[in-house]
């Protein structure tokens, strides 16, 4: 790349970038704090109310020691949501909008991290990482058998080798200093897939927006991503960011890798060294498994949900409507631009545009509200309230609608005994009790909170009669616990 076209690109990156921006924003350095201690650690993502009220009370505590921020919490957040550095999002959970940081603002606080705490430049840990990647990258994409072989039994003779040291008594242990090494290397390595989840969020939220752009623009009915669909091809899975992240998804939720992950994270904490270690790096160390099984679990819904709703937008006529706006506001913009070689910009056209509007009047226009018009007349009557068997109504409350609490605890009870679990599983562990109803319970929570699979499985229930059923439902499997 030239000097020009590499000016050129950092220059539109100055413009664009939202890294750049935080980096280089009048109040830089307090608005990294803020957001790298609100929004940088364990809580990626806060509701508007919350976030404003800790902004407010840390840019007080700012003020007091010299920082000029004559803005309020809610206008620094309008203005980073402006240049991208926040991301507002519709909470699913409740009513009400959430913040998180933008990848681009998660890589400038990361960047300032690393200024502030430097780390070794060459390490011994570093350059092992590179060996065996290189060595394993150069072994499985090796097309030939013969050397393959050689590889794995020189491989093979190393380890006997080992296993005979080790048997002898015969080995070292890391000392303190090079483990501590090896764990900070580990921690900042780690440190950075957070950023890692959101930029791939991103690029699934941008390769949706251009897949709808490409239908609305696609001339006559049918288009090549149209058809895709149509065949049942998920654009989003099969994308570069789809396919890494699926592969990421599947290793975090295999459960001897996860097993074995714990169980080496407990190994090294038990270790003497890990008394050196920083209470947050501890910490990091123990919630780091959960950590990306929530992240990979959040992006996973995400792809999940954009994939149903690209489906559900082919599918109804929305597709349809907006392709129609497309149409006429092209063909307007056409003719707009071949009227202006003939007609003044200033020129009288004799139409009228009627536009919404609110009605303007004064107050004294409004009717107020008289509460003595709805006063009764009558004395009200007071009836003594029969008595009630609390069991009748429960058995009532039973019989019209599926007991979703129940069924939430079932599954969360086997998911904290056995990890991912389908809805077979979970009957045999919870036979249904409420016959069909807890079947059909069971699939609505899976529909909405669990990873769908291929296929079908079998299950099981008995009617109200006590008769056996049997059926066969789309094949689901809970990850994480439901609520």
């Known amino acids: 790349m030239s000097t020009l076209s590499t000016a050129y690109a950092a220059d539109r990156l100055a413009k664009e970038s939202p890294a750049w921006s935080l980096l280089r924003g009048r109040n830089a350095s307090a608005a990294v704090a803020l957001l790298g201690t609100h929004l940088g650690g364990e809580e990626r993502r806060r509701p508007a109310p919350e976030l404003f009220e800790l902004i407010d009370a840390d840019l007080q505590e700012l003020r007091d020691h010299g920082f000029e921020l004559p803005q ?26 959430t913040f998180e940081l933008s990848p681009g603002a998660l890589m400038a606080i990361q960047f300032v991290t690393q200024l502030a705490e ?44 080992e296993i005979e040291r080790v048997q002898a008594g015969n080995f070292e242990v890391l000392s303190t200093d090079r483990a501590l090494e090896r764990a900070t290397e580990l921690l900042l390595l780690a440190d950075e ?19 709808r752009e490409r239908l609305i623009s696609q001339e006559g009915s049918r288009g090549t991503v149209l058809e895709d669909i149509f065949r049942g091809v998920d654009h989003l899975s099969e994308s570069d960011a789809g396919r ?22 407990g190994r090294v904490l038990d270790r003497d060294f890990a008394g050196e270690l920083t209470p947050r790096q501890t910490r990091f160390l123990r919630r780091m498994l ?54 003044r910009m200033w020129q009288q056209t004799g139409l009228n545009l009627d536009l919404t509007s609110v009605p303007l009047g004064t107050v004294a226009a409004f009717s107020l509200h008289n509460p003595a018009d709805s006063e009764t007349v009558g004395s009200i009557e007071t009836q ?18 599926i007991d979703m609490k129940e069924l939430i605890s079932n599954i969360n009870d086997v998911l904290e005994r056995r990890g991912a679990v389908t809805i077979a599983e979970i009957l045999e562990e919870h036979p249904a009790t409420q ?29 109200s009669q006590g008769v056996a059923r049997h059926g066969v439902v789309p094949h689901y499997l809970f990850t994480r616990k439901v609520s």
């Open 244 to 265: 890494s992240f699926n592969g990421f998804f599947s290793l975090i939720l295999d459960p001897e890798q996860s097993t074995e992950f714990e169980e080496s994270v």
């Open 435 to 463: 016959g069909v109803a807890s079947v059909v319970g069971l699939l609505v929570l899976a529909e909405n909170q669990a990873r769908e699979l291929s296929g079908e499985e079998p299950v099981s229930w008995k009617s």
């Open 384 to 401: 003594d309230p029969a008595p009630v068997d609390l069991r009748e109504l429960r058995e009532l409350a039973r019989a019209s609608e």
């Open 72 to 97: 309020t919490a809610q206008a620094y957040c309008s203005e980073w949501r402006n240049e991208g550095i926040l991301i507002r999002r519709v909470s699913e959970e409740a009513r009400g909008e």
């Open 118 to 161: 430097p780390r070794q430049a060459v390490t011994e840990s570093r350059l092992s990482s590179i060996f065996t990647a290189l060595r394993q990258l150069a072994r499985d994409t090796d097309p030939s058998s013969a050397s393959r072989l050689e590889a794995l039994r020189a491989e093979q003779d190393r380890l006997t080798a």
């Open 290 to 343: 959960p950590a990306l099984q929530d992240l990979s679990g959040e992006v996973h819904d995400v792809m999940t949900h954009l994939s149903r709703s690209l489906r559900r937008f082919v599918q109804s006529q929305e597709l349809e409507e907006d392709r129609r706006i497309n149409s006429l506001l092209r063909s307007t913009l056409k003719e707009g631009v071949e009227l202006s070689s003939s007609v």
């Open 193 to 211: 897939l957070p950023s890692d989840f959101a930029r791939v969020r991103g690029e699934l939220e941008a390769i949706n927006r251009q897949l």
